[in-house]
Each structure stands twice: as structure tokens, then as C-alpha cells.
T-cell receptor
């Protein structure tokens, strides 16, 4: 059974700091991994999608890496801003499945 | 990307009643998904709704409790039946748009349900 763990559960940083969010999964037979942002009352926003054959994806100040063999992904946020405050979710899709398995998320607070 | 809307955005219901949640997508999609997020827990897939066929439910979820309709390629409903306080959750509709690179998945804004 695939399990996804995100560490830390919560993180508070001053504005401008670079930070890393971690995601680990138990079954390396994934099809892809997706990072989302969840804002209260606004659902989930897709940030980055990494295919199992890829090592990383970048979008603006965000960079996500994937090490499938070790069952890990990291989301790097550069020069954090108060607007980055949200809960960040990691989800994996197993090969041959349409189901996304989510972690519980990391709640990020960026202080001005 | 797909734009997804849900109704209602939130509701407070009494124990034993039922609530139907609507999900509308701005483009035709083959598969629609319903997820649940209980307080402090991760999102969990309830079922996959395919147009023209019965929904496929995940382990722990049954049709009598969570009946789903999928009348066309842009719309679906999820009903939470005979509600109890344990059903208090955020319910999210999701789609995977075919043809988009790498089958990225998108989510609606969610329906926050409180059962008293």
C-alpha cells in the first residue's frame, strides 16, 4: 500500500528565505508525482508535475526534484514571500492507476 | 488547465439528512474523481465517475452512502447520504484532462460540509 509522508508538518520562515519541503513515498513504482498548493476556501492549485522518468521540474521560484529509487521528492521555494503562505501537498500516482495518493501536507507561513 | 466549479461551497447539515454536491467543468473530460479531506487528514479518493457507466468506488466507500451521477462529460454530482458528524469534511471534485502533457490533475474549490 502506497504511503506518502511530508515533513515538516508545519514551517514558519521570515520573508526572503529559501526553503525546502520534503515528500517521501513507500512504493517507487510511481507514474508521476504532483505538488499542489491548498489555500483555505480555494481548493488545490497544481504547482508542478514530475513524470517518473524526470529528475526535476521548475516553474518560476519553484523547483521540484524526484528521486524515484529512494522514494523522495523535494519542493524548493526560492526567496519566499508572504503570498507563499499555504499548505503544500505532495501526491503520487501509481503506474496503472488513476488514483492520487496524498501526503498530509506542510503548512507554510512566511512572515513579513 | 481545466476550470472546475462546485456547489455549494459550504453547508451545515443535520444528522440523518443528505446533501448533493455538484461539480461542473469547463471542458469535456472522460474521468471525474471525488475526493474527501477529513480534518487533519490527507485527501482520499472516494470514487471515479465515468460518463455512461457506474462509478468505481475505493475500498471503504459504498454506493449507498455516496451515490454519484455522471450525466454528461462536463458534470457530476456526489450525494452524501444519511449524514453523521463523521462525514464533516471537505469534498473535492477533480479531473484529469486528456491531451494535456503528462495528464496533470486539477481540482475544484471544494465543498466544506459540517454535520451537526
Amino acid at each position: 500500500k502506497q504511503e506518502v509522508t511530508q515533513i515538516p508538518a508545519a514551517l514558519s520562515v521570515p520573508e526572503g528565505e529559501n526553503l525546502v519541503l520534503n515528500c517521501s513515498f513507500t512504493d517507487s513504482a510511481i507514474y508521476n508525482l504532483q505538488w499542489f498548493r491548498q489555500d483555505p476556501g480555494k481548493g488545490l492549485t497544481s504547482l508542478l508535475l514530475i513524470q517518473s522518468s524526470q529528475r526535476e521540474q521548475t516553474s518560476g521560484r519553484l523547483n521540484a526534484s524526484l528521486d524515484k529509487s529512494s522514494g523522495r521528492s523535494t519542493l524548493y521555494i526560492a526567496a519566499s514571500q508572504p503570498g507563499d503562505s499555504a499548505t503544500y501537498l505532495c501526491a503520487v500516482r501509481l503506474g496503472g492507476s488513476e488514483k492520487l495518493v496524498f501526503g498530509k501536507g506542510t503548512k507554510l507561513t512566511v512572515n513579513p | 488547465s481545466a476550470v472546475i466549479s462546485q456547489k455549494p461551497s459550504r453547508d451545515i447539515c443535520q444528522r440523518g439528512t443528505s446533501l448533493t454536491i455538484q461539480c461542473q467543468v469547463d471542458s469535456q473530460v472522460t474521468m471525474m474523481f471525488w475526493y474527501r479531506q477529513q480534518p487533519g487528514q490527507s485527501l482520499t479518493l472516494i470514487a471515479t465517475a465515468n460518463q455512461g457507466s457506474e462509478a468505481t468506488y475505493e475500498s471503504g466507500f459504498v454506493i449507498d452512502k455516496f451515490p454519484i451521477s455522471r450525466p454528461n462529460l462536463t458534470f457530476s454530482t456526489l450525494t452524501v447520504s444519511n449524514m453523521s458528524p463523521e462525514d464533516s469534511s471537505i469534498y473535492l471534485c477533480s479531473v484529469k484532462t486528456p491531451g494535456v502533457l503528462y495528464n496533470e490533475q486539477f481540482f475544484g474549490p471544494g465543498t466544506r460540509l459540517t454535520v451537526l
